[in-house]
């Protein structure tokens, strides 16, 4: 994503509060019509907040960012959204994550992890789809040192196609969804007892047993 040369401070300033006013407003324009100009406006709102050092603004729970996080998971959360907008927001929203804080909260209080779980399952047929290698990545980063509930909304769904991809060809996405299903397993005994009830466990084990000599492990 082309970043605006854009420099405020983390603490917010009259230009902060502009842009972001601005984003939240081509959010509401494009939930309301998906029109060619408001998806040309939303991508360059996008553009210019990822361009802004903004981090820790979005993780002190200020009423204008936190809207603005909750518009942009509904936005992929939408199945209708045009795939370069949500593949835009998601680039975004990871880079947001690096922030310890605002990575805690999109996983706690916007539920990200299950919309991206959704995004996952609806992108899955297309292996070579950048949203999917996307949202896996950032997933990954979400699910770090975090229990997620396997009965939480489509997270079930996110480790079947887990188990699944790990078992195939590997390819690109092999590694990244290695580790996170590492991730949703590690210290949690809902995700393991689930794992452990797929049909296909056996085959999976085997899976896991070769990969113990792999390189990249």
Known sequence: MPAAEVVVTAGGSMETTSCLKALLLALNQYKISKTDGNTLQLQHQLEVIFGMKLTRLFALNQILPSECLSSLVELIE???TNPSITLKTVSL???LAVDNETREALHTTYNLTSVLSGVVHRNSANLNDPVLMQSIHLLQRLTYSVRVFHASGNIEELITFLMQHIQSTEDELTMPCLGLLTNLSRHNLSVQAHIKSSNH?????????NFLAHSSL
């Open 93 to 95: 929203l990871a880079h």
């Open 201 to 209: 466990l056996k085959g999976f084990y085997r899976t896991l047993i």
């Open 78 to 80: 939408d199945p209708n």
